[in-house]
């Protein structure tokens, strides 16, 4: 009933941008929080960015000041910029967000994610 479909995700050198964005469509009658989570081999998938309805953000520590993330309410959709990339911001981005069904249900639903390399 609900799709959220990343892009922007690449190969980009040290010190490089890339920007992602998540797409959520179906049966969606509001988006509360959404966010991005990414997991390296090897590693616990991690929070990344998060974005209120109402545009408050949280970041984690080791992206503040890199990156930034932003929503459209109206068209559903959360990007996260990237800035500054650094080679251990290498890992599958994955977008996240709580939403409440037209037919009643609330609950978070995950997309694919999307493969972000820095490298030089």
């Known amino acids: 009933q609900v799709q959220l479909v990343e892009s922007g995700g690449g190969l980009v050198r040290p010190g490089g941008s890339l920007r992602l964005s998540c797409a959520a469509s179906g049966s969606i009658f509001s988006i509360y929080d959404m966010g991005w989570y990414r997991q390296a081999p090897g590693k616990q998938r991690e929070l990344v960015a998060v974005i209120t309805s109402g545009g408050s953000t949280n970041y984690a520590d080791s992206v503040k000041g890199r990156f930034t993330i932003s929503r459209n309410n109206a068209e559903n959709t959360v990007d996260l910029q990237m800035n500054s990339l650094k080679p251990e911001d290498s890992a599958f981005y994955y977008c996240?967000?709580?939403?409440?069904?037209?037919?009643?249900?609330?609950?978070?639903?995950w997309g694919q994610g999307t493969q972000v390399t820095v490298s030089s």
């Open positions: 996240n967000a709580d939403i409440l069904l037209k037919s009643g249900p609330q609950k978070w639903y």
